[in-house]
């Protein structure tokens, strides 16, 4: 689980948005006194994402000169004193004329300190700006005596300043990108020499190395080097994890050689949606433990130290693997074809597994305590596969206070009417489900999913008794306790209704135009939901399937072009949540270039509103943006271009040529490979010949770069592996007839199938280290795409590839995929079985696949949606949502259009097994 996303879940019901935009959305949102002070005469204030930043103007109006990049000071803050930092910092800074921001709500600082916020912003509440080291050193004592005695997180990127809530850090002040050694886009600052490279914002304090630390900063950083773990009884050996509020370790009791685990609290971090700091959740965790001690189904505490300010929580290490870990080695749907002994064993396990996990709760509830944070990761299975421990009590609290959760993982989540022991209740009905299919996240955008999945999982596992999966059902849908609506979940990482936020107590989930009070129905959206045009009428129950198209179609046409916002600037539809970040609104995967391409490709109605939306926000394209395909400048161009607006896309083109574009990372998604597509493209369509050279010096690089000895742990696939340089070395060769191109791509196409991994059951997959990935955009599928491609212009070379086609096939016929997504998910298993010429992709295993990706489809405003990537919002990208699923459908069903990614054209032929008849999955 990605815990970003569950911050940009907290903003509206259906998609995921940014944080501001709840602190923002309500004429009563509370805002610091500082935040609705009037701009002082002779400066300016600007909202920037989070941030209110204010600059001081020169004579002429515009801001007064300032330093690109230089020591920065930040001040933290917590819920109590915030308020009075932020005065004491505008009352400091203003009559001085330093530049400064801050942010304006708490709801913000909130975020910014929660459990899995960022570590890189933990802590930053205020950031200023001095001019040079002199005034660095005097705004450090000045501010530090005036804000001396004030509390705050730690800014783990930063050196504290004496013992108050002020750090420092080298960095940049103003906006400049560079393109790093991975070949991305990313903030700079200019080294010695005046060259820009990456500024490096790690969460540990680091300086630069052409920079002197100030002399008067040394005490502090010697200082900070003081505290260790030297004379600690324990010799840590393993980082289990990190989060905004500290570290999990693995180690070794040096006393008795007992094996143990530490975990670390940090003060005034890691926040629970009730306000509680990481330290305070420890000690929860402390006493709940101590409650249920002796029952054989928890840790057991051995120890409670300080080191520094941070808390330490001692424990067993608890042998066996946490229950998520069973999916990937024995999930019976992982395969095309399921052994119906296999799938019956697996039922077994799964009920008595379930069994053992409601026994472990009842022991927890027998002495009082409800557990509050029930999922698949907080339940290790023992080596017996039998017996299970419950760990993680950090959100365990006494039964009789009948408190709502306040740490949750999306997928076990409950609604806010449920309280005390219910919490855990509703946590066991999930996991009924999640142990059959693990995606209960979809609760958080309809709990009326539950039934459809309930109905998958009797199909798919026969044996699952009735009255298992109907209990899990009236569970999980059940309305409060004498009726009423059904109350909208917030999601895991946000406050709930005990917490302050921008608008006051949350009552369900916010949405850009206030609170939720509706009720989501299995068959349409929130009754109620307030939009930025008004409520949205209820939508009768009418579930559209996939595979029924055309209708299928137009209905997530409709629900895309339902989702339109032209009259914001950062989105037109709403997406992942890559897409706020540096030119992320506009490019291929994430943007509107990519919805728009996608509306083209299959050849819906134009959306001329859409089309001016990308024009307007591209004259010019904004500071920062990337410059590749997938990412960037590149695909916009390309999309431009192919609605028919191409002097825009030859002024975007030309933008990119002049910066240091050879530096490009080699990859299709936002490098080399991408750019050179594109510019190969445009040369063929208006015949200029200095886009053909650069095109032509592109695939030099790339032929030059592919020679060199291959790094061990390379990414591969589609996107960001050989395969992506591959497709462009043929498109160059179909250009130019160069054979030394073809053999190149080749070589590329190796490199990765290199990276590729046999699975039991015969899948060819991308061995990640970790994991192994099947899908289209970082995955196998994406690499038989491009095979397939090489293969039509060497189809001597078929015989020697076809194990590896054939593996990929098999891996593209998976019955179970978590996610629905193009690049991450079952549409792009559907868009390769619709284009592939390898002998396996049969009519029966791709339209299998069409009727699988139903298990996922939802609904927005009644018409056919799919989630994005972490299953907690709809999406309507290209990368990660509806419109991937549009296009990959429309190559698979519609003979008219023609749909394919960018470069990679119809298939060649599509299964021809056509009259086989269609499969109930």
Request: glycine fraction near 12%; charged fraction near 25%; hydrophobic fraction near 40%.
């Amino acid at each position: 689980m990605d815990a970003r996303y569950e911050v940009y879940a907290l903003a509206d019901a259906h998609f995921y948005e940014t944080p501001d935009r709840l602190a923002g959305a309500r004429e009563d949102a509370p805002l610091y006194a500082a935040a609705r002070r009037a701009v002082p005469e002779g400066w300016e204030a600007a909202r920037i994402g989070d941030w209110l930043a204010l600059t001081p103007l020169g004579p002429d109006g515009t801001p007064a000169p300032a330093p690109a990049q230089g020591w920065k000071i930040h001040a933290s803050a917590t819920r109590v004193n915030a308020e009075e930092i932020a005065a004491a910092v505008w009352d400091y800074c203003v009559p001085r004329r330093v530049p400064f921001k801050f942010l304006p709500g708490p709801h913000l600082l909130h975020l910014r300190n929660t459990k899995y916020a960022a570590r890189d912003g933990s802590g930053k509440f205020v950031t200023v700006y001095p001019a040079d080291e002199e005034q660095l050193h005097t705004v450090l004592v000045e501010l530090g005596a005036l804000l001396k005695g004030f509390e705050g997180p730690y800014v783990l990127t930063d050196l504290r300043w004496e013992d108050g809530p002020l750090y420092v850090r080298y960095g940049a002040f103003a906006r400049m990108f560079v393109v790093d050694e991975r070949g991305s886009l990313v903030p700079a600052v200019r080294d010695g020499g005046g060259r820009l490279v990456p500024d490096r914002r790690a969460p540990s304090f680091q300086v630069p190395a052409w920079v002197t630390l100030p002399a008067f900063l040394e005490p502090h950083l010697a200082a900070r080097n003081t505290t260790t773990v030297g004379e600690l009884p324990y010799r840590i050996e393993k980082a289990l994890h990190f989060s905004n509020g500290g570290g999990v370790y693995a180690g070794t009791d040096t006393r008795d050689g007992r094996k143990v685990v530490l975990k670390e609290g940090r003060p005034h971090a890691g926040l629970a949606s009730d306000g509680a700091d990481a330290i305070a959740r420890l000690e929860r965790e402390k006493q709940a433990l101590e409650a249920v001690a002796g029952t054989g189904v928890v840790p057991e505490v051995r120890d409670w130290f300080a080191l520094g300010d941070h808390r330490f929580l001692v424990m067993d290490f608890v042998e066996g693997r946490p229950l998520n870990w069973f999916f990937a080695e024995r999930h019976p749907l992982l395969t095309q074809d399921p052994d119906p002994a296999a799938v019956a064993a697996y039922t077994a396990w799964a009920v008595r597994v379930h069994r053992a996990v409601e026994r472990a709760v009842e022991k927890v509830h027998a002495r009082g305590i409800v557990f509050n944070d029930l999922h698949v990761f907080n339940i290790m299975v023992a080596p017996d596969e039998e017996s299970v421990f419950l760990i993680d009590f950090e959100a365990a609290a006494p039964a009789h206070e009948r408190g709502r959760q306040v740490v949750a993982h999306p997928g076990f989540f409950a609604p806010p009417d449920r309280r005390g022991a219910d919490v855990d209740r509703y946590a066991l009905a999930c996991l009924r489900l999640a142990l059959f299919l693990p995606v209960t996240t979809l609760f958080v955008v309809d709990r009326g999913k539950a039934a459809h999945l309930a109905e998958v999982i009797a199909r798919q596992f026969p044996d699952v008794p009735e009255d298992f999966l109907a209990e899990a059902v009236a569970e999980i849908t059940r309305a409060p306790a004498g009726g009423g609506p059904v109350a909208v979940a917030p999601t895991a990482g946000g406050p709930v209704t005990d917490t302050p936020t921008a608008g006051g107590p949350v009552t369900g989930t916010p949405t850009a135009g206030g609170p939720v009070t509706g009720t989501p129905t299995a068959g349409g959206p929130v009754t109620g939901t307030p939009t930025a045009g008004g409520p949205v009428p209820a939508a009768p129950h009418s579930r559209v399937e996939p595979g029924d198209w055309p209708r299928s179609r137009d209905s997530m046409v409709g629900a895309i072009l339902a989702s339109a916002t032209p009259d914001r600037d950062d989105r037109l539809f709403p997406g992942d949540v890559a897409q706020f970040s540096d030119g992320g609104g506009l490019g291929l995967a994430h943007g509107a270039a990519g919805v728009l391409y996608a509306l083209a490709t299959t050849g819906s109605e134009r959306y001329e509103e859409g089309e001016r939306w990308l024009l307007e926000r591209t004259a010019p394209a904004p500071a920062g943006t990337p410059l590749g395909l997938y990412d960037g400048l590149a695909g916009v161009a390309h999309v431009l271009e192919l609605l028919g607006h191409r002097q825009r896309a030859l002024d975007l083109v030309e933008g990119v040529l002049r910066e240091r574009w050879q530096r490009l990372s080699p990859d299709l998604h936002g490098g080399l490979a991408g750019l050179g597509l594109v510019l190969g493209h445009l040369a063929d369509t208006t015949g200029e010949r200095e886009l053909r050279e650069r095109a032509a010096d592109a695939a030099g690089i790339l032929v030059e770069r592919l020679a060199e000895p291959a790094a061990p742990r390379r990414r591969a696939g589609l996107l960001r592996g050989a395969s992506g340089p591959a497709l462009f070395l043929l498109r160059q060769y179909e250009a130019t007839g160069d054979r030394a191109l073809l053999d190149a791509a080749a070589g590329a196409l190796r490199r990765d199938l290199e990276r590729c991994v046999r699975r039991d059951g015969g899948a060819l997959e991308v061995d990640e280290g970790w994991r192994t990935m099947p899908y289209l955009g970082d995955g196998s599928v994406g690499v038989g795409a491009v095979l397939d491609e090489y293969l039509a212009h060497d189809r001597d070379a078929a015989d020697g590839f076809a194990p590896d086609r054939d593996g990929i096939v098999t891996a593209a016929t998976s019955r179970f995929y978590a996610q629905p997504g193009l690049f991450q998910g079952r549409a792009g298993m559907i868009l390769h079985l619709a284009r592939t010429t390898a002998p396996g992709a049969t009519r029966d295993r791709l339209d299998r696949q069409i009727d699988g990706l139903g298990w996922l489809a939802m609904t927005y405003r009644g018409r056919l949606a799919f989630p994005g990537h972490q299953m907690m919002r709809l999406s309507m990208d290209l990368a990660t949502g509806t419109a991937g699923c549009l296009l990959a459908l429309s190559a698979a069903l519609d003979e008219g259009t023609g749909a394919h990614l960018p470069f990679l054209p119809p298939p060649h032929r599509r299964p021809t097994d056509a009259a086989a008849p269609r499969t109930e999955p």
